[in-house]
């Protein structure tokens, strides 16, 4: 426990001691749980927010009837606690100082009946203006709803990957990766429990050496390959054998699949001629209890070397492929570290983070070149070998910031709702792909094509 954590607390309990409106309950006091059993989440993921601005913390799934009462630092937020409804949900609303500093501000929400306290970061951001628009081609089409990645093939073809949970609906379609126009959709593997439906489609990578199209399934927790062809399920490991699969990259000179068991350490190896599991790599922070829980993955055959960045600590690094040690070293620029991309001929690595809105770019050795704020909520990243520039997408921002390789940016380029990845091409196009639409419009995903106007 921290040290501004237990002081909020101590501070709390005095309040709760001499202020009626923010009493726990009448009468005895009651054990319960030391947090809050439910999920909450103040501010929003789609949409920045400022200083002097309105949002809410979000309560949900928690017993209906339960009272919440929130504070900044010791400054009450809710002159009377907000009960829960039947469904277990309350909207608190929230009112931003407009002198509140950018940054990550904690509040501490106290439940009632059952008595619980959690410490819930509220994150607030600068909006990053549109800019350089006229120096790019831009071009959309939509694909199914919460579209998640994208990865493209040698021969032009462009897959995305969609899915909206357990028991709805999931896509894997195939597109001209020019045209963006529709060529075929997959057929979905269905799931061992019929209560699940299909095995959603999440993360995706083509190994263009055997004509395939590898999908992780997050909430299936396994890993399956489709022929790229037809867009049927060849292969579908058991479900459970890997947790949380979240990203896939391939070797395809050396037949080799790597999926990570996302916010651990472990990366599952997979031969991808045979379709069998080989091995688990992991990802090891240098020093003492720190944990490296990785998000995305970034490979660099020729080097023999597989990145990826921790996103609850600020750690970073590489697993060398041949002998499986792992090289790591902190960041302390970066909070919530979501995205990695490097540069092969000079060994530069660029991370986008979700928290800390920036992206940082460190040399070879993992010392800082530069930390560049892009948006709120950097989620996706790539660099673009034809063009020496890093695309980073900013999921709360709507935008794809461009840097070029020393970290500066560039341009700036509205993307609409909720982006969420990023690849690139042979030839320098890059492809974002984008959730959903504006909520009174279009639910589809789309893609976007982004190439550099000659």
Same mark, same amino acid.
């Given at each position: 426990?921290?040290?501004?954590?237990?002081?909020?607390?101590?501070?709390?309990?005095?309040?709760?001691?001499?202020?009626?409106?923010?009493?726990?309950?009448?009468?005895?006091?009651?054990?319960?749980?030391?947090?809050?059993?439910?999920?909450?989440?103040?501010?929003?993921?789609?949409?920045?927010?400022?200083?002097?601005?309105?949002?809410?913390?979000?309560?949900?799934?928690?017993?209906?009837?339960?009272?919440?009462?929130?504070?900044?630092?010791?400054?009450?937020?809710?002159?009377?606690?907000?009960?829960?409804?039947?469904?277990?949900?309350?909207?608190?609303? /929230?009112?931003?100082?407009?002198?509140?500093?950018?940054?990550?501000?904690?509040?501490?929400?106290?439940?009632?009946?059952?008595?619980?306290?959690?410490?819930?970061?509220?994150?607030?951001?600068?909006?990053?203006?549109?800019?350089?628009?006229?120096?790019?081609?831009?071009?959309?089409?939509?694909?199914?709803?919460?579209?998640?990645?994208?990865?493209?093939?040698?021969?032009?073809?462009?897959?995305?990957?969609?899915?909206?949970?357990?028991?709805?609906?999931?896509?894997?379609?195939?597109?001209?990766?020019?045209? =963006?126009?529709?060529?075929?959709?997959?057929?979905?593997?269905?799931?061992?429990?019929?209560?699940?439906?299909? /095995?959603?489609?999440?993360?995706?990578?083509?190994?263009?050496?055997?004509?395939?199209?590898?999908?992780?399934?997050?909430?299936?927790?396994?890993?399956?390959?489709?022929?790229?062809?037809?867009?049927?399920?060849?292969?579908?490991?058991?479900?459970?054998?890997?947790?949380?699969?979240?990203?896939?990259?391939?070797?395809?000179?050396?037949?080799?699949?790597?999926?990570?068991?996302? =916010?651990?350490?472990?990366?599952?190896?997979?031969?991808?001629?045979?379709?069998?599991?080989?091995?688990? !790599?992991?990802?090891?922070?240098?020093?003492?209890?720190?944990?490296?829980?990785?998000?995305?993955?970034?490979?660099?055959?020729?080097?023999?070397? !597989?990145?990826?960045?921790?996103?609850?600590?600020?750690?970073?690094?590489?697993?060398?492929?041949?002998?499986?040690?792992?090289?790591?070293?902190?960041?302390?620029?970066?909070?919530?570290?979501?995205? /990695?991309?490097?540069?092969?001929?000079?060994?530069?690595?660029?991370?986008?983070?979700?928290?800390?809105?920036?992206?940082?770019?460190?040399?070879?050795?993992?010392?800082?070149?530069?930390?560049?704020?892009?948006?709120?909520?950097?989620?996706? /990243?790539?660099?673009?070998?034809?063009?020496?520039?890093?695309?980073?997408?900013?999921?709360?921002?709507?935008?794809?910031?461009?840097?070029?390789?020393?970290?500066?940016?560039?341009?700036?380029?509205?993307?609409?709702?909720?982006?969420?990845?990023?690849?690139?091409?042979?030839?320098?196009?890059?492809?974002?792909?984008?959730?959903?639409?504006?909520?009174?419009?279009?639910?589809?995903?789309?893609?976007?094509?982004?190439?550099?106007?000659?």
């Amino acid at each position: 426990m921290t040290k501004s954590f237990l002081k909020t607390i101590l501070l709390t309990s005095t309040l709760l001691a001499t202020g009626a409106s923010v009493a726990m309950a009448d009468g005895a006091w009651v054990a319960g749980p030391t947090t809050i059993k439910g999920s909450l989440r103040a501010g929003t993921r789609e949409a920045p927010v400022q200083p002097g601005s309105e949002t809410v913390l979000t309560v949900r799934n928690v017993k209906p009837g339960a009272t919440i009462t929130v504070l900044r630092g010791t400054e009450l937020l809710t002159p009377q606690p907000l009960a829960a409804d039947d469904k277990g949900s309350v909207d608190v609303p /929230i009112k931003v100082p407009a002198d509140a500093e950018l940054g990550l501000q904690p509040l501490t929400v106290i439940s009632n009946n059952p008595a619980g306290t959690m410490l819930v970061n509220l994150k607030l951001s600068k909006v990053v203006p549109p800019s350089n628009e006229a120096a790019f081609e831009v071009k959309s089409g939509e694909v199914g709803e919460r579209a998640y990645q994208s990865a493209v093939s040698k021969d032009g073809k462009l897959y995305v990957a969609s899915a909206r949970g357990k028991s709805l609906e999931s896509g894997l379609v195939r597109l001209d990766a020019m045209t =963006l126009a529709v060529e075929a959709e997959g057929e979905i593997a269905p799931s061992a429990n019929a209560k699940d439906g299909v /095995i959603d489609v999440f993360g995706i990578a083509v190994d263009d050496a055997n004509g395939r199209v590898w999908t992780t399934n997050t909430l299936n927790n396994t890993v399956t390959v489709y022929d790229a062809k037809d867009l049927k399920a060849v292969k579908v490991f058991p479900e459970g054998s890997i947790a949380h699969p979240r990203d896939v990259v391939i070797d395809q000179d050396n037949n080799r699949a790597y999926v990570n068991a996302a =916010l651990t350490g472990d990366v599952e190896v997979y031969d991808s001629k045979t379709l069998e599991h080989l091995d688990t !790599l992991r990802f090891d922070a240098a020093v003492g209890r720190a944990v490296f829980g990785t998000m995305n993955l970034d490979l660099d055959a020729k080097a023999g070397r !597989l990145y990826s960045v921790s996103r609850d600590t600020p750690w970073a690094g590489w697993v060398d492929l041949k002998t499986g040690k792992s090289t790591t070293f902190e960041v302390p620029q970066i909070v919530g570290g979501s995205a /990695i991309a490097h540069d092969p001929e000079t060994g530069r690595m660029y991370i986008a983070s979700q928290d800390s809105d920036n992206v940082v770019v460190l040399d070879k050795e993992g010392k800082l070149v530069a930390d560049t704020y892009v948006g709120a909520g950097g989620v996706g /990243i790539v660099w673009n070998a034809r063009t020496k520039q890093v695309y980073a997408a900013t999921r709360a921002g709507g935008t794809v910031a461009v840097l070029d390789a020393d970290g500066k940016l560039v341009a700036n380029l509205p993307m609409g709702d909720v982006p969420n990845h990023l690849t690139v091409d042979a030839d320098g196009a890059v492809y974002a792909v984008t959730m959903y639409g504006p909520k009174d419009e279009s639910q589809a995903g789309t893609v976007t094509r982004i190439t550099v106007k000659k």
